[in-house]
């Protein structure tokens, strides 16, 4: 160890050789600083290495779980879609009677008119409680015969050419939630020979 003067004129420098070891011991020393030195580095990079597959494993955990909360929010609104569409597609052929008694105009015209109005009514709320609930009808008539889209129940043989592949008649309504056709329209074809 050295001993340094802080006087400003004289300086004495002193060593102190009884802090360092002989050097058989020195070695010793030396030797037992590196194997704990190699030994540490051994430990941290054994923890680095912990630390990259805990991090990892988290990090895996963390997507799953996203993931999970994804999958678990669409197989909800598919749920709910379902039952609704399930709910509607009973409604439906109650609305079709509505419809059916209202297209003979000749004895629709010949009952009361309040109880008529009273009719007409109940079927304008049931087409408004499909509306908002995303049902919307598939409009048909005189439109190019699709048969993803459209059920053929019929041909009519028609004389105009612009009218073969045309729907000339829709005898059942068809309708959708959005995109997705929940019931088929039934229509009669025009065929031109």
Not at 57 to 85: C, H, P, T, V
Request: with cysteine; hydrophobic share 30%.
């Amino acid at each position: 160890m050295f001993h340094k003067n802080n006087d400003d004129t004289k300086e004495d420098i002193v060593y102190d050789n009884s802090d360092t070891p002989d050097l058989e011991t020195g070695i010793s020393f030396e030797n037992d600083a590196i194997k704990k030195i190699k030994k540490l580095k051994s430990d941290l990079k054994k923890c680095q290495s912990e630390k990259q597959e805990y991090l990892d494993g988290w990090q895996r955990a963390k997507a799953d779980f996203i993931n999970f909360k994804k999958r678990s929010e669409e197989s909800k609104k598919e749920l709910l879609q379902y039952a609704s569409e399930n709910i509607i597609l009973e409604i439906i052929p109650t609305l079709d009677n509505f419809e059916q008694a209202m297209k003979n105009k000749e004895v629709w015209e010949s009952v009361d008119e309040n109880w008529r109005k009273g009719i007409e009514m109940i079927h304008s709320q049931l087409l408004d409680v499909l509306k908002r609930n995303g049902v919307t009808d598939i409009e048909s008539l005189g439109e190019k015969f699709d048969p993803k889209m459209h059920e053929s129940v019929e041909t009519v043989e028609v004389e105009d050419v612009e009218d073969n592949d045309k729907i000339i008649e829709v005898t059942l309504k068809g309708y959708q939630i959005g995109d997705k056709v929940i019931r088929h329209p039934n229509v009669k074809v025009g065929e031109f020979k």
